[in-house]
T-cell receptor
Framework: GIQVEQSPPDLILQEGANSTLRCNFS?????LQWFHQNPWGQLINLFY???GTKQNGRLSATTVATERYSLLYISSSQTTDSGVYFC???????????FGQGTTLQVKP | DAGVTQSPTHLIKTRGQHVTLRCSPI?????VSWYQQVLGQGPQFIFQ???????GRGNFPDRFSARQFPNYSSELNVNALLLGDSALYLC????????????FGEGSWLTVV
């Protein structure tokens, strides 16, 4: 099956700093999503981005499908950005998301 | 429109008991999937239902079962609970069966003692 690797596993930032999170996947995919999991466990949908670039406020994401990676950019980080960021992919029209292990982000005031 | 709703939000069960978790998808969505997330890991796929039929099953024992109703809501059932079943159970809904944005509910926290 498809393997998903995220890096770094942990990241500590000072408020206002920028960061880049990376997601590598081992095969072609027809769905790639980035999620933010809040402290209560809910997975918040950030981007649906199987290819190309999208921006939403301070967040942006780029997926290079041919090279099998995706990047999530967080600019001017805030303490509320803290939490776990997951990349998840779906391959082969399975309807099944395969998640990476996540990046745990802590933003300090 | 309401998002994906799950119930109950928290529950505690004893080993050997049975549990039923419920999920209502976003209006207009016909596919519901279930995921298990244990502490420190990413969610793991359990089941997908589309148009009331099982479309996919993850690597979980037969103690886990699910179904989807005509109104597209779903139930996840787990029999003979083990301590290792303690986890966050997440329901997701999507419009079609694949290649669409997938939205998650707030989850049901299950503790088995």
């Amino acid at each position: 099956g498809i393997q998903v690797e995220q890096s770094p596993p942990d990241l500590i930032l000072q408020e206002g700093a920028n960061s880049t999170l990376r997601c590598n996947f081992s095969d072609s995919v027809n769905n790639l999503q980035w999620f933010h999991q809040n402290p209560w466990g809910q997975l918040i949908n950030l981007f649906y981005i199987p290819s190309g670039t999208k921006q939403n406020g301070r967040l942006s994401a780029t997926t290079v499908a041919t090279e099998r990676y995706s990047l999530l950019y967080i600019s001017s980080s805030q303490t509320t950005d803290s939490g776990v960021y997951f990349c998840a992919v779906e391959g082969g029209n399975t309807g099944k998301l395969i998640f990476g292990q996540g990046t745990t982000l802590q933003v300090k005031p | 429109d309401a998002g994906v709703t799950q119930s109950p939000t928290h529950l505690i069960k004893t080993r050997g008991q049975h549990v039923t978790l419920r999920c209502s998808p976003i209006s207009g969505h016909k596919s519901v999937s279930w995921y298990q997330q244990v502490l420190g890991q990413g969610p793991q796929f359990i089941f997908q239902y589309y148009e009331k039929e099982e479309r996919g099953r993850g690597n979980f024992p037969d103690r886990f079962s699910a179904r989807q109703f005509p109104n597209y809501s779903s139930e996840l059932n787990v029999n003979a609970l083990l301590l290792g079943d303690s986890a966050l159970y997440l329901c997701a809904s999507t419009r079609g069966d694949s290649g669409n944005t997938i939205y998650f509910g707030e989850g049901s926290w299950l503790t088995v003692v």
